[in-house]
């Protein structure tokens, strides 16, 4: 349910190597470092084969040098290719590997701002992850680094507004007219109703659940949030390729992700029927703005979606869903959809 930003093992494996001293790291201790994320679906022969080829990737492209045969340490290059990536200008004071992992890696794959000291400290407490992970799962809209007392009102409030809601609790109003009527039974009514759980459970075990579901993780506590999280966007990509200037000449299916980013957000600030506001258009609307704009138009729709999705993935442009979409015209809400793994979308982002 979470559109996370994918990390490349790589980059997790040079942030793990900021912390290292003068000596450098093992093989061996790199994997410990990483296995929970990167090496917990994997055999010992698998997983040591995919870190030591990132390893080879990373001193070709002169991000780590060899210390000794078997350690390796960061290079000034590969330092400050990873301290841009992770949006640091410099490593802050006494900040520890676990932290920058717990937070910055967290912030970066549920494309969060920044982290300062302050919003660091709050995405590092078990009531601010899970505030993230709820306004990213389900699209909430509060500012960054809210509450999780904040991110569960705007949610009940959504979810008591949906039309389907009622329905599905008219249907279980045999058992809810047995309860005391209160703000705790209201609101795991409502929760229970996200959760689907076989069982109803009181409202702040239901929340805690509805994260773990939402963040796909087995157990409820942080660090299984976390390594949850981590381990979904944790991908074996390449480094990036140097980037190359498009041609606007060039037919959309040969554009760069970089230059089709472009022109279709250039498409959807164009489009002015099918918004929500002013920061939303309706996916199936811009398509229709980039068939008048381009002749050599040679994609289908579903090619469309399919680089939509790459570049959200890349963080070239943002897209959204439409969570009521009951209240939006069907035509647009339809036509728009993009179902990738466990998320969906309606809409390009403008802001």
Not at 259 to 281: C, H, I, M, P, Y
Request: hydrophobic share 40%; proline share 5%.
């Amino acid at each position: 349910m979470l559109s996370l930003q994918p990390i490349p093992l790589s980059d997790l494996l040079l942030s793990r190597l900021l912390f290292a001293d003068t000596k450098g790291m093992t093989i061996s201790e790199l994997k410990a470092a990483l296995k929970a994320i990167a090496g917990s679906e994997l055999s010992n022969t698998a997983y040591t084969e995919q870190i030591e080829t990132t390893l080879t990737n990373l001193s070709e492209q002169d991000y780590t040098q060899p210390v000794s045969s078997s350690r390796h340490q960061l290079s000034g290059r590969g330092r400050q290719h990873i301290l841009d990536g992770l949006r640091l200008k410099t490593l802050p004071p006494r900040l520890q590997w676990k932290t920058l992992k717990n937070t910055d890696w967290i912030a970066y794959a549920l494309n969060l701002p920044a982290l300062s000291t302050e919003t660091r400290r709050r995405l590092a407490e078990a009531d601010g992850l899970r505030a993230a992970i709820l306004q990213q799962g389900f699209d909430l809209p509060i500012a960054p680094f809210g509450t999780l007392t904040q991110a569960r009102n705007v949610l009940l409030w959504q979810r008591l507004c949906n039309p389907q809601t009622a329905e599905n609790l008219q249907n279980q109003m045999p058992d809810l007219q047995q309860q005391a009527f209160n703000q705790g039974t209201v609101m795991a009514a409502l929760l229970n109703d996200l959760l689907q759980a076989p069982k109803p459970l009181p409202w702040d075990k239901a929340l805690s659940q509805l994260v773990a579901k939402v963040a796909q993780a087995k157990r409820t506590t942080p660090d299984e949030l976390r390594t949850a999280i981590l381990r979904q966007a944790v991908t074996s990509a390449a480094l990036p390729p140097p980037k190359t200037n498009a041609s606007h000449s060039a037919p959309i299916a040969a554009l760069s992700d970089e230059a089709f980013a472009e022109l279709t957000l250039n498409a959807a600030k164009a489009t002015q029927d099918g918004r929500l506001g002013d920061s939303k258009v309706f996916i199936s609307r811009v398509w229709a703005t980039l068939q008048q704009q381009r002749s050599d138009l040679t994609l289908t729709l579903e090619d469309f979606k399919q680089r939509l999705v790459t570049a959200n993935q890349q963080r070239r442009l943002d897209l959204s869903r439409a969570d009521l979409a009951y209240a939006l015209d069907a035509n647009d809400v339809s036509a728009s959809e993009i179902n990738h793994l466990n998320s969906t979308f309606h809409f390009i982002r403008l802001d």
